[in-house]
Structure formats: structure tokens, C-alpha cells
């Protein structure tokens, strides 16, 4: 895969509109699919 599909995967992007999950605890990437706060 591509790194936006890798980083997308792993949680760092949003899977629905790629842009960056702003969590303000986040050190490191989940592990999982999420969604930022303008797609929830």
C-alpha cells in the first residue's frame, strides 16, 4: 500500500476524508481506522 493508505489504516489519518485526526492524547497511532472530528 501507499503511505496515506498505510497511515489510514493505522489511525494517524481519517479513513473518510484523509485529512489529520486531531486527538489531543495521541502520542502514537491507535492501531485502528478512525475518523476526525469534522467526519463524526
Do not use: H, K, R
Not at 498505510?6 to 475518523?35: F, H, N
Amino acid at each position: 500500500m501507499g503511505d496515506m493508505a498505510d497511515m489510514m489504516m493505522d489511525g494517524t489519518l481519517c479513513e473518510c476524508c484523509g485529512g489529520i485526526v486531531d486527538d489531543d492524547e495521541m502520542t502514537e497511532a491507535p492501531g485502528y481506522p478512525q475518523t476526525c472530528d469534522d467526519c463524526s
